[in-house]
């Protein structure tokens, strides 16, 4: 990996609000969020069991704004056409083809009418927790810290009937309330290029990449730990730009197929027949008093990363972060579990499992795995029985797999 590479950085404010239905781990690495079980079962679900953050998918569910103030000193996107009206025009097609990359994903619910019209702001402080979802170029935050390009904060509903700002109330646990995507308007040594601007600006980073990846997280993926995936937490180095570009034949393109998998696990859909493969197991040390000191009830292996690998071209088709399982009123148990789904039928797989002691470490992907538990000291009032402590991600593995199809 070139040590040019810079950081993303993607904040999920605990502001969580959000069930569906409480099921296993479903792996992969999504915003997870735990229902507010201490209010009625008739708003919360009535389980602890985590939720991976979601968008609704219905017509126009999910609408964008963005800001058309860019950053001018230092100058933040660069553009083909040096004309007001065609840079705009210019930088508001690189949105919507990074939203059409995601809306391009067989098998799931979120198509083309699921994103309603981009409308454009003129002002550049629109990002804020106001309910709206909204892309600013030039407005500053303390998320900016050294390295970071571009982050994405995500506010999910823990309850149904929340309301953030003039969003919309919730309708479901787990429903993203508002996903605001920032981009670095104050580093003089960083700009971005629209793809037709970026091989004449080979030191710009490619917007379009960017725009992809930040809009994963808005749709409630975190980082993945596959290197390939569009969610791998690094930036493609400068003047290049991730996987392919997309085109009428594979408008997905830039994606890889971990993105698409893990689309697939959110947004099922319900009348696909081809993505309907599942991989279970555990992942269990090899020597039981292995295990390193955590809470109890720690059964398993915790945050490793398990990956499916095509067995007839070696091609990763989905990571998970197992570890753990959630049935019932909840709380989660540590006991080692992965789920690895929304797999296609008649192929066959390899697994494998590594510890997260590589590039991407257990903070790239702590949106995933350190929000799975509630308990008093986070939050005061709440159940003994529905109570859990995540334990440390365990970075030494020595393991037996007990893994079925």
């Not at 999920?12 to 507010?36: E, H, K, M, N, Q």
């Not at 799975?372 to 005061?380: K, V």
Request: glycine share 8%; net charge negative.
């Amino acid at each position: 990996m070139p040590k040019s590479l810079q950081q993303f950085a993607s904040i999920c404010v605990a502001l969580l609000f959000a069930l569906w239905s409480a099921t296993p781990a479903r792996g992969y690495a999504f915003y997870d969020i735990v229902p507010d079980v201490r209010q009625p079962a008739s708003v919360s679900g009535g389980s602890a069991c985590p939720v991976p953050s979601h968008q609704l998918t219905s017509a126009a569910a999910i609408a964008f704004r963005w800001s058309t103030v860019l950053g001018a000193n230092p100058i933040t996107i660069l553009t083909q056409d040096q004309t007001p009206t065609g840079s705009l025009n210019e930088i508001e097609q690189t949105i919507q083809q990074s939203m059409s990359v995601w809306s391009s994903v067989s098998g799931t619910t979120l198509n083309a009418s699921s994103f309603a019209p981009l409308t454009r702001v003129a002002s550049s402080n629109v990002c804020g927790s106001d309910g709206i979802n909204s892309i600013c170029f030039d407005q500053p935050d303390m998320a900016f810290t050294p390295g970071v390009l571009a982050f994405t904060r995500v506010i999910t509903a823990d309850q149904i009937g929340i309301q953030l700002g003039n969003g919309p109330p919730s309708t479901q646990v787990g429903q993203i309330l508002d996903a605001d995507i920032y981009f670095n308007p104050s580093d003089s040594l960083v700009t971005f290029a629209t793809p037709a601007a970026l091989s004449a600006n080979p030191k710009a980073y490619d917007l379009e990449s960017l725009l992809t990846h930040e809009l994963g997280h808005s749709l409630g993926f975190s980082h993945s730990a596959v290197w390939s995936a569009m969610m791998y937490p690094f930036a493609p180095a400068p003047g290049t730009f991730t996987n392919l570009r997309p085109s009428p034949q594979q408008p997905d393109a830039p994606l890889g197929d971990d993105d698409r998998t893990g689309l697939r696990v959110v947004y099922h859909d319900p009348s696909d027949t081809q993505f309907v493969g599942s991989i279970q197991g555990r992942i269990l040390p090899a020597n039981a008093l292995s295990l390193p000191a955590a809470p109890p009830g720690v059964t398993g292996i915790f945050a490793a990363h398990v990956v499916a690998v095509d067995a007839a071209t070696g091609s990763v088709i989905a990571g998970t972060i197992g570890g753990w399982s959630c049935q019932g009123p909840g709380p989660v148990q540590f006991d080692g579990t992965y789920s690895i789904n929304a797999l296609a039928v008649n192929q066959n797989y390899k697994i494998y499992a590594e510890p997260l002691n590589g590039t991407v470490g257990p903070a790239q992907v702590s949106t995933a795995i350190a929000s799975l538990c509630r308990n008093a000291t986070t939050d005061p009032g709440w159940p003994p029985l529905q109570s859990c402590i995540v334990p440390q991600a365990d970075l030494e593995l020595t393991t037996a797999d007990l893994s079925s199809p």
